[in-house]
């Protein structure tokens, strides 16, 4: 059997009261270890309650002694509350005639600090009560000639399970049911420590649906020194129904394992990327581990049961991915929040043609801070003035990237040569002309006659030749469009 212990600091947890919920049973856990709220609902919270002097306690870490876990001297996280100071949970009709209350604590100092009228020697440290009744509840009394020890009082009931268990080193799991036959049974880590019947006059259940249940300050009458202490307190469990002995039991044996906070650090935060979680602890000794990623648009890949999966999301954006361990039956659960950023929404267009003598621009200026060409260039901008492949990597201020690529050819300006023109005046096909020759300015055409010989040359031609003094009939050109370029071909002169 495990002992649960902790150092100096006292760690209660809060209980709280709801209405019962016939159409579904409801739990709330509250790890403390950042906030008052609950993992299953932000909207429900603990509230802090002040001393006297406005003080409530902060968020902090706490090392497990090896009296409490012998194998286990991990850190954890959970709330340090000053003396005098507490917690409160309202009812809000949560809970109806039954309910399961479960928290872990340490109390700083039991001391006897002074003798009250009718209780020489002795004192006592609140941990709860509800709070329509006034001085009743659970507490830890010290008697005298034990300081530094406790016996825990089921007030008014009287001292119940063993003399001076508690001390003020260890870590203590105290979990509270009530079923709807009234009767009330207290347990200390895992083991019974009393019970009773609180339905003639219950004082273990809320007045009304504003009831609350309030630890260590004691209220609703005034606060006593010598009923409070500073300490520590984490892994708060609110149900609206009653756990069974065993799984109460189970969650004992399973106390060491399950005291652990539970993180998750992840890399490649990238959409559309591996993303790598990886839990801490060292968590291979689980029965399971399920890893849900808030991501339903990917499927079946939504989950996981890898110990330290990867997960490709489906979009940039905020998820709340969860990792649940589970030992033995019992459930221990971590919930944070990852930003997945979005990719360089790159696309350098479709494969193109371009015409001779013209360029094509890539700019990616606005699409990132680090580029990368496959020329090895870094620049922003890329001019193409050849044919070729041209991809650039575009890396963005989160750290994501992208890639894209486009082929560019270049095509030929073609020409449409008339096979005949009739140079006779009447202002009808009078000029030999050649369409799309203006976009070869620097060419040369050769004409000659069924001979061979050549009758005519024509530089850098501009479509204005009306047949010179050439007779009827027909000839031959080669057009000379630039270096590897020619056309050949036949032209009659009508007159």
């Known amino acids: 059997m495990i002992s649960f212990a902790r150092t100096n600091i006292l760690i209660f947890l809060f209980i709280v009261v709801g209405v019962f919920n016939l159409s579904a049973q409801e739990q709330y856990t509250f790890p403390l270890s950042e906030d008052y709220n609950s993992q299953e609902d932000s909207n429900i919270n603990l509230t802090p309650l002040q001393n006297d002097f406005g003080q409530t306690g902060s968020f902090s870490s706490y090392d497990i002694p090896s009296s409490t876990c012998s194998d286990n001297t991990e850190t954890i996280g959970g709330f340090s509350f000053e003396k005098n100071a507490g917690l409160m949970f309202s009812n809000n009709d949560f809970i109806d005639c039954e309910y399961t209350i479960s928290f872990t604590f340490q109390i700083d100092s039991l001391l006897v600090r002074e003798s009250r009228e009718g209780t020489p020697g002795t004192d006592w440290v609140h941990l709860l009560s509800f709070e329509h009744i006034d001085d009743h509840g659970i507490y830890i009394r010290v008697n005298s000639g034990e300081e530094g020890t406790g016996t825990l009082d089921f007030w008014p009931n009287g001292l119940v399970g063993s003399d001076n268990f508690f001390n003020t080193s260890d ?21 019974v420590f009393d019970s009773y019947d609180d339905s003639a006059s219950p004082e273990y259940l809320p007045g009304d649906s504003d009831d609350a249940i309030v630890f260590f300050r004691d209220r609703p009458s005034a606060v006593l020194d010598d009923e409070a202490s500073s300490g520590f307190v984490r892994s708060v469990v609110i149900a609206n129904s009653v756990w069974s002995d065993a799984e109460i039991r189970n969650r004992a044996d399973n106390f060491c394992n399950t005291l652990i906070d539970l993180a998750f650090t992840v890399q490649d935060t990238c959409a559309l990327d591996q993303t790598q979680f990886t839990i801490t602890p060292d968590v291979s000794d689980a029965d399971l581990v399920t890893w849900d990623f808030d991501d339903p648009d990917s499927g079946a890949d939504n989950t996981s049961n890898d110990i330290n999966p990867t997960h490709t999301f489906s979009a940039a954006g905020t998820y709340q991915v969860s990792a649940t361990v589970n030992y033995s039956g019992v459930d221990v659960t971590t919930i944070q929040e990852v930003e997945i950023q979005a990719l360089p929404d790159l696309n350098l267009g479709n494969d ?3 015409l001779p003598n013209t360029f094509l621009l890539l700019d990616v ?14 620049n922003s901008t890329f001019t193409v003035t050849q044919d070729g492949t041209y991809g650039v990597e575009v890396t963005n201020a989160s750290g994501c990237f992208a890639s894209d690529s486009i082929t560019v050819t270049y095509g030929q300006y073609e020409i449409t040569v008339p096979t005949v023109f009739t140079p006779n005046g009447d202002a009808e096909n009078d000029i030999w002309i050649i369409e799309g020759l203006d976009n070869f300015p620097n060419n040369e055409i050769y004409i000659y006659d069924r001979l061979g010989n050549e009758v005519q040359f024509l530089p850098q031609y501009i479509n204005t030749w009306g ?13 000379v469009l630039g270096p590897g370029r020619e056309e050949f071909g036949s032209v009659s002169i009508i007159r």
Do not use: A
């Not at 870590?171 to 083991?191: A, H, K, M, Q």
């Not at 200026?365 to 870094?378: A, E, M, P, V």
């Not at 047949?467 to 057009?479: A, C, D, H, K």
């Open 171 to 191: 870590l203590y799991e105290l979990t509270l049911v009530r079923n709807c036959s009234g009767i009330v049974r207290v347990f200390v880590n895992g083991n």
């Open 352 to 354: 193109t043609t371009l």
């Open 365 to 378: 200026t606005d699409l990132g801070i680090n580029f990368l060409w496959n020329d090895g260039s870094i």
């Open 467 to 479: 047949g010179s003094s050439l007779p009827e009939g027909t000839y031959f050109y080669r057009i």
